[in-house]
């Protein structure tokens, strides 16, 4: 069985899809089967890798443009390897790959990976929902990370036949924690509860309304940004005007390797995210297998409620509500009966849906129904 992983980056770029893309593409490997990755580069440059036994192929960017990578080499490339796979596993969204595909028309297996709908860029779903519309009718099968999002996706719904969820598996055994770190975070901000938040600085995950929740929050509470993006000035800016400078920190982009120490120097984990754009929140699962509570948002559709269930493993409140990110917040924190429930709860979820073992099993079973249907030629 051989297997072209197929999406718009993967790391060192970093993002839930491409994280998706890398432990799917490891996995694969370490289990003994053939899996190559096709994506774009973030820059205007060709390279291919092999220096972790596989093959990465990364064709030249020309820029983003609405989140997607312009890069017309995707199509040449796609098309010079594409009949050297059983399968071309691709993950969406991502316009430039569907086109690319549509071009091609492979003859192998195809298998999309549903990471989310197109939500912001409303103004160029016409021109790319034939492509998409063609791609579902021409795949074998849909991955889903979560039933909510089979059910609440328009896209989806003609396909639901195709559609099989596979829940993301998160692995922390790579975030090590380091005692010295830990310590010193809990010393900058001794006496105080810290609410980790980790992600892009982007418009759909809510850091606005996690800002103004700071504001109801006592003054033993902090809340901690970790992540780097466009909004790091305007959010910046906000802290400021709401005289939030104590109390709301955004800390930029951390390594991977120090994230597993802000993991446990925290006290309660929070997802402020506002639309479908979050599918999922990886995040999630990563606090709950640091025993970590979790306050998210109840986003109709989407993946979130699926990963952090209410009363179960955290709290989730309604979206764009500061006042009830920040009860929720308080709550955890002062009841040490239900911190340690909704701990405890975290973890037993975590590790018995979302493991690394069960989405790589998942997938090679869809894989194997793939391969035993027959491909349009």
């Not at 992983?5 to 432990?23: A, L, N, R, S, T």
């Not at 993991?263 to 025993?291: P, R, T």
């Not at 709290?315 to 911190?339: K, M, N, T």
Request: net charge positive; hydrophobic share 35%.
């Amino acid at each position: 069985m051989k297997i072209l992983q197929f999406g718009k980056f993967y790391p060192p770029h970093i993002g839930g899809i491409e994280k998706v893309m890398f432990d799917l593409t490891e996995g694969l490997n370490r289990r003994g089967i053939r899996c190559d990755v096709l994506c774009s580069n973030k820059e205007p440059k060709y390279s291919e890798e092999r220096n972790r036994g596989y093959s990465i192929i990364r064709t030249r960017s020309y820029g983003i443009y609405h989140s997607v990578s312009v890069t017309p080499q995707m199509i040449g490339k796609l098309r010079e390897v594409q009949d050297n796979y059983d399968i071309i596993h691709v993950h969406l969204p991502d316009p430039m790959a569907a086109v690319a595909l549509f071009l091609c028309k492979p003859r192998v297996g195809i298998v999309l990976h549903w990471h989310g709908d197109v939500i912001r860029q409303r103004l160029l779903l016409p021109m790319y929902r034939p492509f998409q519309t063609w791609m579902l009718r021409r795949a074998e099968a849909v991955l889903a990370t979560s039933p909510n999002y089979v059910d609440g996706s328009t896209s989806l719904a003609p396909f639901r036949s195709k559609c099989h969820v596979v829940p993301i598996g998160v692995d922390i055994s790579g975030m090590s924690v380091s005692s010295g770190k830990v310590r010193e975070i809990r010393e900058r901000f001794k006496g105080k509860r810290i609410v980790l938040s980790i992600g892009r600085l982007t418009h759909y995950k809510g850091y606005e309304y996690l800002i103004e929740a700071g504001g109801h929050l006592g003054d033993d509470y902090v809340v901690l940004i970790v992540g780097s993006g466009g909004l790091d000035r305007e959010l910046s800016r906000r802290i400021k005007d709401l005289g939030l400078t104590d109390k709301v920190h955004i800390l930029g982009r951390v390594e991977h390797e120090e994230l597993g120490s802000y993991y446990e120097a925290s006290d309660v984990f929070c997802l402020s995210s506002v639309s479908k754009n979050e599918g999922f929140g990886i995040v999630q699962i990563e606090a709950m297998l640091f025993g970590k509570p979790v306050v998210s948002t109840n986003i109709q559709g989407s993946g979130v409620v699926y990963a952090n269930v209410d009363d179960e493993t955290g709290l989730v409140v309604e979206p764009r509500d500061p006042q009830a990110l920040a009860g929720a917040i308080s709550r955890i924190c002062s009841d040490r009966d239900l911190y340690e429930r909704l701990a405890a709860g975290g973890r037993r979820r975590a590790g018995e849906v979302f493991t690394l073992d069960n989405m790589l099993n998942s997938t090679i079973e869809v894989y194997g129904q793939v391969l035993a249907t027959p491909h349009p030629h």
